[in-house]
């Protein structure tokens, strides 16, 4: 019992699931399971989420120790790193051996691979029309509920959009096809998109190679950025590259920008990806939480706890209202249906009856005055010939 008592608790790492042979489908919380798996390996697990709202936060990743709540790798990391100081807890930190300008360098070039290169790897996903239809949203689709999954990719992608416009990443939609005298669309290949195409093409491949270029001039042809071990700075970059490499994406554009031109930033890749494999201890990915129907109605708007850093911007608020509009909709609907479909039912049954005996009076009152009518006429016409005879 005092064992039980001493034993720390496990750290519970929320994430989107797992694809491609990679622990997730988003780079940051791949990022943070290579980081755990590096510096706290088997005092750790994984919980594949499709529900980010259950973060304090409204987003993915996000840690859990005890009563402690952590969100965003830069946040995860610092936490991991207080619990190395503690040398009962097992954990050690990967930037240990960095000095202070190195630690200086690192966490500048974590941001740039935050920002650039997950341009592209946003580009990748949610950009590129074949991508996003053909591999971006059937993934997602399967990974969530109805009806989220006919809504949530298409909401993510607009997220998505004004941060590659931004960037100059956004693909520009082609001219809309014509129509003939019938209504049908006629398929018909315009030069001018075709020139657009490959232009926004060419542009996306230099700014591509521009950043790639800055990382594999830093690596150097070293194994890792800062010697023979690898440090947070190599585990973001290796997060990033690899969802650029694996995904079978229809476009191939990155992976070819990547294996061609620079194979050193591929190898660094795999050489991350290998040292977290190897470790003796693999994490535990906790079964998915099943979602019941009180979990596709959205929480309330107020939370008490509730940060700066938490709170929902405008995107969030207005999504979370439309949904609770979607709701209602649906539901008003469905009771509208049922009312008037009863109302039909009512009224046909209580007017079929009468209607018909009616009209049976009806066409007996036709039928009497008819045979009365052939019954005068005969007398009439027996009148007559007896007036004749006399």
Not at 16 to 29: F, K, Q, V
Not at 100 to 121: F, M, Y
Not at 165 to 187: V, Y
Not at 244 to 266: G, N
Request: with cysteine.
């Amino acid at each position: 019992m005092s064992n039980a008592a001493t034993q720390p608790a496990l750290c519970t790492l929320h994430i989107w699931p797992n694809r491609w042979n990679l622990p997730s489908i988003d780079p940051t919380c791949i990022a943070a399971v290579f980081y755990l798996q590096l510096t706290i390996p088997g005092k750790f697990e994984v919980v594949e989420c499709t529900n980010p709202d259950v973060s304090p936060s409204g987003k993915l990743p996000f840690l859990t120790h005890g009563h402690a709540t952590v969100t965003s790798v830069p946040a995860i990391i610092s936490f991991v790193s207080s619990l190395a100081k503690s040398t009962s807890s097992g954990a050690r930190d990967l930037d240990a051996s960095l000095s202070l300008p190195q630690r200086a360098k690192r966490t500048a070039w974590c941001s740039h691979v935050e920002a650039n290169i997950g341009d592209l790897v946003a580009y990748s996903f949610y950009s590129l029309d074949d991508n996003f239809w053909k591999l971006t949203n059937p993934t997602m689709a399967s990974m969530l509920p109805i009806p989220q999954r006919y809504y949530v990719p298409g909401r993510i992608r607009e997220m998505y959009r004004p941060r590659l416009e931004a960037a100059g990443l956004w693909t520009q939609a082609t001219s809309e096809p014509e129509k003939d005298s019938f209504g049908k669309r006629q398929k018909k290949d315009d030069p001018k998109d075709e020139y657009a195409r490959a232009f926004e093409r060419d542009k996306v491949s230099a700014q591509a190679k521009a950043s790639f270029a800055l990382y594999a001039k830093l690596l150097d042809g070293r194994k890792f950025f800062f010697g023979v071990r690898p440090t947070t700075l190599d585990v973001h970059l290796a997060s990033y590259i690899l969802l650029l490499l694996d995904p079978p994406f229809p476009d191939q554009l990155m992976r070819s920008i990547l294996e061609e031109s620079y194979p050193k930033l591929v190898e660094h890749a795999r050489n991350v990806q290998t040292e977290v494999s190897q470790i003796p201890r693999p994490y535990h990915v906790a079964p998915a939480q099943k979602q019941s129907l009180l979990s596709l109605i959205p929480r309330p708007l107020s939370n008490p706890s509730k940060t700066k850093e938490s709170q929902m911007d405008e995107a969030d608020l207005r999504f979370r209202r439309m949904r609770w509009m979607w709701f209602a909709l649906a539901f008003g609907g469905v009771a509208s249906y049922v009312a008037q479909l009863w109302i039909r039912v009512t009224v046909v049954r209580a007017n079929r009856r009468p209607r018909h005996v009616q009209k049976r009076g009806a066409d007996q009152e036709h039928k009497g005055e008819v045979t009365g009518s052939k019954e005068g006429e005969d007398d009439d016409d027996d009148d007559d010939g007896l007036a004749g005879n006399e």
